[in-house]
């Protein structure tokens, strides 16, 4: 509900930052922190997230969130991102 949200763009392992590990084993995590534009005003209680093939428009989820995300409400001048290696990404 507040502004300043925005999606991130994370590139294959070699482009600018952040990037993706090279998929080892069907796998692959953030190699730096992945860090979402700074809220103006509470965006409310975000309980999930996901991986899109688009940074703007509908695009199509490849991958969606909402168990393992923990609750919260970020406000205004929050740090919202996930650490290095924290954003674990798996194909079975």
Do not use: E, K
């Not at 996930?82 to 194909?91: H, R």
């Amino acid at each position: 509900s507040g502004g300043a949200y925005a999606r991130v763009i994370v590139n294959p392992n070699g482009g600018a930052s952040p990037t993706w590990t090279n998929a080892s084993g069907g796998a692959l995590d953030n190699v730096q922190a992945i860090t979402v534009p700074t809220p103006c005003g509470s965006w409310g209680l975000v309980t999930s997230m996901f991986i899109a093939d688009s940074s703007a428009g509908a695009g199509n989820v490849l991958g969606f969130d909402s168990y393992t995300i923990v609750d919260q409400t970020p406000v205004a001048n929050d740090t919202v991102q996930f650490a290095i290696g924290a954003l674990d990404l798996s194909l079975s």
